[in-house]
């Protein structure tokens, strides 16, 4: 199901309405069915899958907190016959034993979404190395149907489990709610990926309505919608005929290609978040944001902190920072200490993680050698930038003019074109045709394609070009705006009329102007899918 | 804010969206005028007096081949013909389940040539179907009935999620008949006083099953039994329409249904009834054949209302003052738009009046 | 109660201050122009990244022969000099 179908948007009116009649304590309960519902409508048999995950993830977490609630009584009872050193013995060992049970639980988790997303893929690449051998397929390749947001809520219910292990927080000990906070609905189509500790809470509650809160989440649902209607699907079939076809559309069209897929796939993205958000707030569950105005960014690394946030704190916080500080990691900075100097090995940590996070973000991203490429990609230039920080910095400090607001301008172009070029793996079809459209770009100077009418012949027509400058002209605006602070917050603070008259406008500017119905491919969220 | 205020700006905001959407759907909905004038016929019959000996349901067989004034000035028969482009058989059926909520006529008449579409065909054609008519559970098992695959129920409970896309395409007509449409039609017939000759129309190429669809049979079934259950006699017909190919095999079986439920069953394609009306395909068709213009559809209705008359045996009704009142103003309607056309014809070479030889050719036709 | 109050202060700076010099001189290794010793938002004001975070972390376990485990990486425990010699003291207890 998408945000966009009609099932949908009157599901949630009618799911908005029910959970403020209700009492209380039942709204979460609404939420589950609701969440359930939703999910059954993608196909009965992706139900399980979810399944699965709750059920295991709340057994193992339930066993995790009673093996730590065991060792705790343990040493409280010896507390005064041990050696300090016993201790420690048995505190490890105990641990030892949580682990190995964590490790099974994400082993299992992970590897359905291994299974599902990359096995025909991993097929793919064995086949191709057989036939090295002249072997040809040997391997079968298997089919499966991608329940809708596996990789998201596997990452946010693995993110809880491992928490549960830290001891951060005790388990969850009712299953039912534990369900609701693995397939929480509006989250399942394009995220965030939140955190037990922030969702639960409010997630739980029985919210109460609040007219404001309401205004608000209702205004960002429509924002959304403007966005990822009115802007991403109107260009995206631009978009597909740009990279469907490389042998026409090349030099300026590869170059226009980056920018009309950026656009599309900010509003189409920012615009889903926005309208899950918006349902948060609406029922009075704040959630995490996934974007900060990417693409005012000076640089990559500052990009990937503001760009899909929710899910590159995660594999800070799961995967980036435990493989960096892991006993075999300090042990390999050690010895390529002793053996490569210093410096290297000083940075040795740093260097195999950040590859290690960027494979698996390319991964992530799609099950093929081209998103893989495009994660290397990023770490490449992300490492590179670090290295060159200090120069940057002694730059800023002898040339004045580079502090100003137009040289922020720039850097905010710079990064925009440098994600926008990297973008070209998510849009060719293998990683040689991304090198020559890369280079197309360079060598062949088609100019004439920007005045000679070859722009309205990509099923774009000139009162599409119109909306699209308009559209992408107030999102920009309100981008600029959003810097000091919530838009929504000084509309309303300035005129509540206005408030409402923005609403109205907005709703009507997503049903006259918005790229859908017969005509239009209703096409599906570029993120519904990972 | 206090309580009250919060509810007030919030129905504010809510019936303000409502009122502006539905404005915005008024202005984007096809307004038939110019082009396409065939979407305004469902429509048409609301604005009748309900009062109709006969009603006619089908295809532009039905609403090009058949003039009820004629019925009406020759044989006193009061007529409406809810007729529409290519209008599939559940969708006569749906009408003429609508038709007996406001009316009881004698004699309904349905053009068989839909019987070959057992599958929804064109979304086009569904809209100008469907569209017009009021809300009902007829209407709304007519839809579901009709839809294709890229359709939408809910699209045509508000049209605006249909034609949106038409904010640039508005043009003068579409402010011009905001609030309606201007009457274009006779009790359901769409006059057209030019003449094509009907030449060199192919015969039907061979089909490998003639068999009609089981749907069809089944809606046509429906068709009886409510007639019966609703005392109304029901005439089938295939009107003299030499294109789309009406075969032999599926007359057959349409003869063989009528005899087997005693239902009167008209081919006037068949040769000594075309002799016996008098159709001559050079000068009675607009379009080469696909459907009379009004000379023929005057001489057929003649005929027409002569059978119509004896077999069912219906009065003359010119003689009820309110009833003639009601169809002195569609006759005079009738006769001025005949004597505009022909005088159009004269100066222009075309029906319409337009003065280069710009006719559009955007009407879809059967 | 003031001199108690103030010996253990003393006290505290004195255990701490090996670790602490140490880790300044690591810390001071990575952004020369910092004062360690008074900021207290290295973390908050985005004066150590997470590339900063895992090259400390490294030094120490290179210093201290101490691990510092991925769930004590969080802002509390990096936002100041003072913070990290804590936790590290903690971690050479345990």
Same mark, same amino acid.
């Given at each position: 199901?998408?945000?966009?179908?009609?099932?949908?948007?009157?599901?949630?009116?009618?799911? @908005?309405?029910?959970?403020?009649?209700?009492?209380?304590?039942?709204?979460?309960?609404?939420?589950?069915?609701?969440?359930?519902?939703?999910?059954?409508? =993608?196909?009965?048999? +992706?139900?399980?899958?979810?399944?699965?995950?709750?059920?295991?993830?709340?057994?193992?977490?339930?066993?995790?907190?009673?093996?730590?609630?065991?060792?705790?009584?343990?040493? $409280?009872?010896?507390?005064?016959?041990?050696?300090?050193?016993?201790? /420690?013995?048995?505190?490890?060992?105990? +641990?030892?034993?949580?682990?190995? %049970?964590?490790?099974?639980?994400?082993?299992?988790?992970?590897?359905?979404?291994?299974?599902?997303?990359?096995?025909?893929? $991993?097929?793919?690449?064995?086949?191709?190395?057989?036939?090295?051998?002249?072997?040809?397929?040997?391997?079968?390749?298997?089919?499966?149907?991608?329940?809708?947001?596996?990789?998201?809520?596997?990452?946010?219910?693995?993110?809880?489990?491992?928490?549960?292990?830290?001891?951060?927080?005790?388990?969850?000990?009712?299953?039912?709610?534990?369900?609701? #906070?693995?397939? #929480?609905?509006?989250?399942?189509?394009? &995220?965030?990926?939140?955190?037990?500790?922030? %969702?639960?809470?409010?997630?739980? $509650?029985?919210?109460?309505?609040?007219?404001?809160?309401?205004?608000?989440?209702?205004?960002?649902?429509?924002?959304?919608? @403007?966005?990822?209607?009115?802007?991403?699907?109107?260009?995206?079939?631009?978009?597909?005929?740009?990279?469907?076809?490389?042998?026409?559309?090349? &030099?300026?069209?590869?170059?226009?290609?980056?920018?009309?897929?950026?656009?599309?796939?900010?509003?189409?993205?920012t615009g889903g978040i926005d309208i899950t958000i918006g349902i948060g707030q609406v029922l009075g569950i704040p959630l995490a944001e996934n974007f900060e105005r990417p693409f005012f960014s000076k640089n990559i690394t500052e990009y990937w902190r503001r760009w899909h946030i929710t899910l590159n704190t995660w594999f800070k916080d799961y995967l980036f920072y435990p493989l960096s500080v892991c006993k075999p990691m300090l042990n390999l900075s050690k010895w390529s200490r002793e053996k490569l100097g210093k410096t290297i090995g000083k940075y040795v940590p740093v260097y195999v993680a950040t590859i290690a996070v960027w494979f698996l973000t390319g991964l992530w991203h799609g099950a093929a050698w081209n998103f893989i490429v495009w994660g290397l990609m990023n770490a490449v230039v992300i490492l590179i930038s670090e290295r060159m920080t200090p120069l940057y910095e002694k730059f800023h400090a002898k040339y004045k003019w580079s502090n100003t607001r137009a040289y922020d301008g720039f850097q905010a172009v710079r990064t925009t074109l440098l994600m926008g070029c990297l973008r070209m793996f998510d849009c060719y079809r293998d990683v040689p045709m991304t090198f020559k459209m890369f280079s197309s770009m360079f060598t062949s100077f088609n100019f004439h394609v920007l005045w000679d009418g070859s722009l309205m012949k990509l099923s774009l027509t000139g009162w599409d070009y119109m909306i699209l400058l308009i559209g992408t002209g107030i999102l920009l605006t309100a981008s600029l705006l959003g810097r000091r602070g919530s838009v929504r917050k000084m509309v309303l603070d300035r005129s509540p009329v206005l408030s409402c008259v923005l609403t109205v406008a907005m709703f009507l500017a997503v049903l006259i102007f918005g790229a859908y119905g017969i005509g239009y491919d209703s096409s599906q969220f570029i993120y519904n899918q990972f | 804010m206090t309580k009250k205020k919060v509810v007030q700006s919030g129905v504010a905001m809510a019936v303000s969206a409502a009122v502006l959407t539905a404005a915005a759907q008024r202005l984007v909905q096809p307004k038939y005028?110019?082009?396409?004038?065939?979407? +305004? %016929?469902?429509?048409?019959?609301?604005?009748?007096?309900?009062?109709?000996?006969?009603?006619?349901?089908?295809?532009?067989? @039905?609403?090009?081949? #058949?003039?009820?004034?004629? %019925?009406?000035?020759?044989?006193?028969? =009061?007529?409406?013909?809810? &007729?529409?482009?290519?209008?599939?058989?559940?969708?006569?059926?749906?009408?003429?389940?609508?038709?007996?909520?406001?009316?009881?006529?004698?004699?309904?008449? #349905?053009?068989?040539?839909?019987? /070959?579409?057992?599958?929804?065909?064109?979304?086009?054609?569904?809209?100008?179907?469907?569209?017009?008519?009021?809300?009902?559970?007829?209407?709304?098992? @007519?839809?579901? $009935? =009709?839809?294709?695959?890229?359709?939408?129920?809910?699209?045509?409970?508000?049209?605006?999620?249909?034609?949106?896309?038409?904010?640039?395409?508005?043009?003068?007509?579409?402010?011009?008949?905001?609030?309606?449409?201007?009457?274009?039609?006779?009790?359901?017939?769409?006059?057209?006083?030019?003449?094509?000759?009907?030449?060199?129309?192919?015969? &039907?190429?061979?089909l490998t099953d003639y068999s009609f669809g089981e749907t069809c049979w089944e809606y046509l079934e429906k068709m009886r039994v409510l007639c019966e259950e609703n005392d109304v006699k029901l005439l089938l017909i295939k009107a003299p329409s030499l294109y789309p190919y009406w075969y032999d095999e599926w007359d057959a079986q349409i003869t063989e249904y009528a005899a087997a439920h005693n239902l009167p069953y008209l081919n006037f394609l068949d040769e000594k009834r075309i002799a016996e009306v008098g159709i001559d395909f050079t000068t009675d068709t607009y379009d080469g054949g696909l459907h009379m213009n009004v000379y023929g559809a005057e001489k057929l209705s003649v005929w027409l209302g002569e059978y119509l008359s004896e077999e069912f045996s219906l009065e003359d009704r010119r003689k009820e003052p309110e009833l003639a009142a009601y169809w002195l103003d569609i006759c005079v309607r009738y006769h001025t738009e005949f004597e505009k056309q022909k005088e159009n014809l004269r100066i222009y070479g075309n029906v319409k009046g337009i003065p280069e030889k710009e006719e559009e050719n955007g009407t879809p036709k059967e | 109660m003031i001199t108690h109050k103030y010996r253990n202060y003393v006290m505290e700076e004195t255990m701490m201050s090996e670790t602490y010099e140490t880790l300044v001189g690591i810390l001071k290794d990575l952004h020369e122009d910092v004062d360690f010793e008074t900021c207290e938002t290295l973390i908050d004001d985005k004066i150590l990244d997470s590339f900063d975070i895992i090259t400390v972390i490294t030094e120490i376990s290179n210093e201290f022969d101490v691990a510092i485990p991925a769930d004590k990486i969080i802002p509390e425990n990096f936002n100041s000099a003072k913070a990290l010699a804590a936790l590290i003291e903690s971690l050479e207890e345990d």
């Open positions: 199901m998408l945000f966009t179908d009609s099932a949908f948007i009157i599901g949630l009116v009618v799911l @908005c309405v029910t959970y403020f009649l209700i009492p209380k304590k039942f709204r979460w309960m609404l939420l589950l069915a609701a969440s359930v519902l939703f999910y059954a409508y =993608s196909g009965l048999s +992706n139900l399980l899958y979810i399944a699965a995950t709750t059920v295991s993830t709340y057994f193992v977490t339930r066993k995790l907190d009673a093996m730590a609630g065991a060792r705790k009584e343990y040493l $409280a009872a010896h507390k005064s016959e041990m050696k300090r050193e016993e201790k /420690k013995a048995y505190k490890e060992a105990a +641990n030892k034993r949580r682990f190995r %049970l964590l490790v099974g639980l994400l082993v299992l988790n992970f590897g359905i979404l291994a299974v599902i997303k990359y096995g025909a893929f $991993a097929m793919r690449n064995m086949n191709a190395l057989a036939g090295l051998f002249g072997n040809d397929n040997a391997f079968p390749i298997p089919q499966f149907l991608l329940p809708m947001g596996i990789s998201f809520y596997t990452f946010q219910t693995m993110g809880y489990a491992i928490d549960v292990y830290r001891e951060k927080y005790p388990h969850e000990k009712n299953i039912a709610k534990l369900g609701l #906070f693995v397939s #929480f609905f509006p989250q399942l189509i394009q &995220g965030p990926i939140s955190r037990y500790d922030e %969702l639960s809470e409010p997630l739980y $509650a029985g919210n109460g309505f609040q007219p404001r809160r309401v205004l608000f989440g209702t205004q960002r649902i429509l924002w959304g919608y @403007c966005k990822k209607m009115i802007l991403a699907d109107r260009i995206l079939p631009a978009v597909t005929v740009l990279i469907s076809d490389p042998e026409q559309y090349y &030099g300026v069209y590869a170059f226009l290609g980056i920018l009309y897929y950026m656009l599309q796939l900010y509003a189409d993205f | 005028m110019a082009d396409v004038v065939e979407g +305004n %016929l469902i429509a048409d019959y609301y604005k009748s007096g309900f009062d109709h000996d006969v009603v006619f349901v089908g295809d532009c067989e @039905c609403y090009e081949n #058949f003039s009820p004034v004629t %019925l009406w000035e020759k044989n006193g028969i =009061s007529s409406a013909i809810r &007729g529409s482009a290519q209008q599939l058989i559940w969708q006569s059926y749906y009408l003429l389940e609508d038709t007996l909520r406001y009316e009881k006529p004698d004699v309904a008449v #349905f053009n068989v040539l839909s019987m /070959k579409y057992d599958t929804p065909q064109n979304e086009a054609y569904n809209r100008m179907s469907i569209e017009g008519m009021r809300w009902s559970k007829s209407k709304a098992d @007519c839809i579901r $009935a =009709s839809m294709t695959e890229e359709e939408s129920f809910l699209s045509y409970v508000f049209p605006i999620l249909r034609y949106h896309s038409r904010w640039n395409e508005l043009t003068a007509e579409d402010f011009r008949y905001y609030f309606g449409a201007k009457p274009n039609f006779f009790s359901g017939y769409y006059l057209r006083a030019d003449i094509k000759a009907a030449e060199n129309v192919p015969e &039907g190429r061979p | -």
